[in-house]
């Protein structure tokens, strides 16, 4: 879940200082979290794992709320 937070702050184009302060990260947590995220999505840059959250429909912007699905087993979510 925190990464598809911070997914969904990297659509709303934060900057890394920006998402340190809201997801009480330090700097370097934040760098770390996104290269997580960049190696599960096999991108290597914050546009191209923007546009898989949003293509994938990770994250609804009309709705400024993540969903979560998709996950084996998992049931459909909303986390705000």
């Known amino acids: 879940q925190e990464e598809l937070e911070t997914l969904l702050l990297v659509v709303h184009g934060d900057s ?9 990260l330090s700097y370097r947590g934040v760098k770390s979290r996104l290269r ?8 290597g840059s914050r546009t191209k794992a923007a546009y898989i ?9 009309d709705a ?7 996950k084996p087993g998992g049931r459909e979510k909303h986390v705000e």
Do not use: C, F
């Open 53 to 61: 959250a949003l293509k994938e429909k990770w994250i609804d912007l």
């Open 16 to 24: 890394d200082e920006e998402m340190a302060e809201k997801v009480k």
């Open 36 to 43: 997580s995220i960049y190696e599960k999505l096999g991108v």
């Open 64 to 70: 400024e709320e993540i969903l979560i699905s998709g």
